[in-house]
């Protein structure tokens, strides 16, 4: 995603899975750029994964859904992690790694 320092962006994606499990990411961002490499960003991100399969190949019910919203200062060119989570049911693990690049 590219943002204008000062403004804000979004994705939306969504599909169903056997016409029956909603499967979506969603993430809404906001940026401002500050001297020296600094970037303050406020992201939101909302996850829901396809259920896990079963030994037998059932689903196992819904999958859980993850909404987080955080703002974090970046540095220029420097990824850093920023969520991770873990399903405690399935050994799912989700991981959210932000990089600031300031383009002139």
């Known amino acids: 995603m590219i ?8 994705i939306r994606t969504a ?19 500050y001297l020296n490499g600094i970037v303050r960003v406020n992201v939101t991100f909302e996850y829901s994964p396809a259920p896990a399969k079963a030994p037998s190949g059932d689903t196992t019910g819904p999958p859980p859904n993850l909404n987080e919203s955080i703002s974090v200062i970046l540095l220029d060119g420097k990824p850093l992690i920023v969520s991770q989570s873990a399903d405690p049911v399935t050994s799912r693990k989700v991981t959210v790694e932000l990089t600031a690049t300031i383009l002139k």
């Open 3 to 10: 943002i204008q320092s000062g403004s804000s962006g979004r």
């Open 15 to 33: 599909n169903v899975l056997n016409q029956k499990w909603p499967v979506n990411l969603n993430v809404d961002a906001s940026t401002t750029a």
